[in-house]
């Protein structure tokens, strides 16, 4: 019987991370997962390691280790509020860089790393991976807009394939709660006012755990470069918080225009999901409305344990 190749996952006691280990837990993958504090559970068959990424040296010896034969990059700073001008951004792509050079030297074969729509050049409404133009605005989109060029240049002379995952929007269970979805769901739960914003602006929603498939099926695909990961459909923000409300029965709650939009907001970003679906061959499992049910459903049970 030939031995399961292994991967190795950053971030992966993350909104994100968690989810794909999961994913990756029904797959024929000899698991690893690196984050700074563990997973309870852990998932059958699953090697945790407990360690910061960002400490010099310890993703090198992590990964020759380990020896991977693939490796699946979240690990990075989201704080809501904060990330998008942390000087935390530079540490996480030096750490990434240290990160893919161990990986290369170790023999490393594919590496999925997450990429950002905050790269993109927001003056466009479909972002296109092919064809709309990179122009990040921000410390965070910089950052991750030049560490994909680094490593994709570098990926090709070294002959390790280099699949770029682009994430939009994602919702599901264990966001923070500071951000949209769980704040609105778990104030009406709460039965309390939800203060939002004007909810005009239109998004590109994906439930957490198609997007940890699709993040998958990238992996085990051979396609390389990047791939936007959404839904390619755009939602105005008003029909979630909406929709919200009518499934958690409490409509009146809901408060739009209480705060202010944010500054400078572009009216509609959304994505062109042809390689994702087409090359990748991946389609997205749940609609927002389930998506949004299964969330609702889960806060609910988490309230419910709190108190």
């Not at 809501?80 to 951004?89: H, I, M």
């Not at 029909?239 to 225009?257: A, D, H, K, N, S």
Request: charged content about 25%; some cysteine.
């Amino acid at each position: 019987m030939s031995v399961p190749p292994s991967v190795l996952v950053t971030g992966a006691s993350g909104f994100i991370g968690r989810h794909v280990v999961n994913a990756l837990s029904r797959t024929r993958w000899d698991i690893h997962c690196v984050a700074r504090r563990g997973l309870d559970p852990i998932p059958d068959g699953v090697v945790w390691h407990e360690a910061d990424l960002l400490e010099p040296g310890t993703a090198g010896r992590l990964v020759r280790d380990i020896a991977p034969a693939a490796i699946v990059h979240l690990a990075w700073n989201a704080t809501p509020g904060t990330f998008w001008e942390s000087p935390d951004n530079l540490d996480w792509v030096a750490a990434s860089i240290e990160l893919y050079r161990a990986f290369a030297r170790s023999g490393g074969k594919r590496a999925v790393f997450a990429g950002t729509c905050a790269e993109y050049d927001w003056s466009y409404e479909n972002m296109d991976e092919l064809e709309t133009p990179l122009l990040p605005r921000t410390l965070y989109g910089i950052s991750k807009s030049a560490l994909f060029e680094l490593l994709n240049a570098a990926c090709s002379r070294d002959g390790v394939e280099f699949a770029w995952a682009r994430l939009f929007y994602l919702y599901g269970p264990f966001e923070d709660e500071k951000r949209l979805v769980p704040d609105v769901i778990r104030a009406l739960i709460k039965g309390t006012p939800a203060a939002c914003g004007p909810g005009v602006a239109e998004r590109d929603f994906m439930h957490v755990e198609d997007v940890a498939k699709a993040i998958v099926a990238i992996l085990e695909d051979t396609y390389c470069g990047p791939v936007n990961v959404a839904s390619g459909r755009c939602v105005p923000l008003r029909e979630i918080i909406q929709e919200i409300g009518r499934q958690v029965g409490r409509p009146e709650l809901i408060q739009l225009g209480a705060r202010p939009a944010p500054p400078n907001e572009p009216q509609k970003l959304f994505a062109a999901t042809t390689v994702l679906r087409e090359r990748i061959g991946f389609c997205e499992g749940r609609g927002l409305t389930e998506g949004l049910a299964e969330t609702i459903n889960w806060w609910r049970k988490k309230i419910s344990d709190v108190r």
